[in-house]
């Protein structure tokens, strides 16, 4: 090929790139989640087209593509039993609130649910009780079992799980199981050809599915749920590995939390659920939606599922209005501390207003880049009267969040971007004060194996570990 022709080519070729990136840049300005990323897409698009702009392609996604538009392929299914369920949780199972707690009205327009009356919640603390109760409860089941995780092993919990399910499903139980694929990408397909040849219904939560979602591969379903027959449910942080049973060789023990659900809010996680299986399948399956009581008046219980599909930035105005709504006292336990804006200067203030600000994270991070973002964030709240406190017995994952003596609130969200923005989660806020004195009694449990966190955690680090933190925090966005 003459030399001219080939500058030609190559000058066309990086006309072309710039010019993809202009639209690109364009897009970011439009469309990007935060001010701050914006700006940051923007100028390394223009600056550094052939690195950004596959990177955008992955990483510039601010929502979640087809969720939404699925829920409305299916709504004549999915509108009419959620339609259904807010009928049945209107008076007598819609729960009452004092004119103190009229906040929590928030927390519903946030769920597009209420908060039910007559449930029963129970605290599973660590790997143990929980998984003792998910068996109990899946053995019980008479119907149907929906299994939600994003990680599941094929390890003995892993297997000791596929052994009860097959078992379920040869009885003439309903069993469903949904994964997340990047989550479970160890899982062999022996594991999953076993679960459905005892005819299991398996799916992976399929991010990519679509012509247009090919890169949709920066959104993870981190959702850890099973629903017994529709009047049990199970949620919280444990995933299905024997780590989650303290058999980590590195960081053992593993202090995690999960929560036993029984009444009419089973419904409610069973409706995510379906949402979530109609996504991934286009089918929605047979289940009973009828609300079971447990006692009167019982516990009153509201469940927010968020995610990257919802209009608003649901998880992160949870925690947002959470912090706003303390008085007291606000304990927040992540294994993951990278906030935005918005949540540092919202505990910023509370600390201001006299509020037991307290936030426990683990001392031995199992992310080496998660961990390092969070430090950068350590002086610009400590400073502000917000307490870290560093869990030392073993890796802290539980997520959990205790408002007052009112409120607590146990799930899957971590203190962090990619809980607020880019993973499906599941919370369960629990407004009662029997509830709420139990898990703050397992909180100040935990705090007595803390150390507190100074507020030149950072500051006397080594240069490197200043620098490299500093700029693990311009990921933010993505971690």
């Not at 946030?110 to 919640?121: G, S, Y």
């Not at 080594?462 to 490299?468: G, M, N, S």
Request: proline share 5%.
């Amino acid at each position: 090929m003459p030399t001219q022709y080939l500058l030609t080519l190559i000058g066309v070729s990086i006309a072309l790139l710039e010019l993809l990136a202009i639209i690109a840049a364009v897009h970011a300005l439009m469309n990007a989640r935060t001010s701050q990323g914006s700006i940051a897409w923007a100028i390394s698009l223009i600056a550094f087209p052939i690195i950004s702009l596959p990177l955008y392609a992955v990483f510039g996604r601010g929502k979640f593509r087809g969720y939404v538009d699925a829920r409305r392929a299916g709504e004549l299914e999915i509108q009419h039993i959620a339609a259904h369920l807010a009928d049945r949780y209107a008076a007598p199972l819609r729960a009452g609130f004092s004119p103190h707690e009229a906040s929590y009205a928030t927390f519903e327009r946030l769920a597009k649910m209420p908060f039910t009356r007559c449930n029963q919640a129970r605290l599973l603390v660590d790997g143990e009780a929980t998984f003792a109760a998910i068996f109990d409860g899946v053995r019980a089941a008479t119907r149907y079992v929906l299994v939600q995780f994003f990680i599941i092993r094929d390890d003995s919990l892993g297997a000791g799980l596929a052994t009860l399910l097959e078992q379920k499903a040869r009885a003439g139980v309903s069993v469903y199981l949904l994964y997340d694929e990047i989550g479970c990408h160890k899982l062999s397909r022996a594991y999953l050809e076993r679960l459905t040849e005892a005819g299991i219904r398996v799916s992976p939560f399929r991010t990519t599915q679509g012509r247009a979602n090919r890169l949709q591969i920066n959104f993870r379903n981190h959702r850890k749920v099973v629903v017994v027959d529709g009047h049990t449910a199970y949620v919280g942080g444990h995933n299905v590995g024997e780590e989650y049973l303290g058999r980590h060789p590195r960081l053992a023990p593993w202090r995690d939390t999960h929560v036993e659900i029984q009444g009419p809010a089973a419904l409610a996680t069973q409706l995510a659920f379906v949402e979530d299986w109609h996504w991934a399948t286009r089918q929605v399956p047979e289940l009973g939606w009828v609300p079971k009581t447990v006692c009167s008046p019982g516990q009153r219980i509201l469940i927010l599922p968020t995610g990257p599909a919802d209009v608003l930035d649901t998880c992160v105005l949870f925690f947002v209005q959470a912090i706003n709504t303390a008085q007291q006292r606000i304990w927040i336990t992540s294994p993951y501390f990278v906030p935005d804006e918005m949540v540092v200067g919202a505990l910023q203030l509370a600390a201001l207003r006299g509020v037991d600000v307290r936030i426990m994270l683990p001392a031995h991070p199992d992310h080496r880049l998660v961990h390092l973002a969070g430090l950068s964030f350590v002086r610009e709240t400590v400073s502000a009267g917000v307490q870290l406190f560093r869990y030392q017995s073993g890796f802290l994952h539980q997520k959990v969040l205790l408002v007052d003596d009112n409120l607590a609130a146990i799930g899957t969200a971590n203190l962090d971007n990619r809980s607020f923005r880019l993973n499906f989660e599941f919370t369960a806020l629990v407004a009662d004060q029997a509830f709420t004195a139990q898990v703050a009694d397992m909180l100040t449990e935990d705090f007595e194996h803390c150390r507190r966190v100074a507020p030149d955690e950072l500051d006397s680090r080594p240069l490197a570990i200043r620098v490299a933190a500093r700029a693990a925090r311009l990921l933010a966005p993505v971690l």
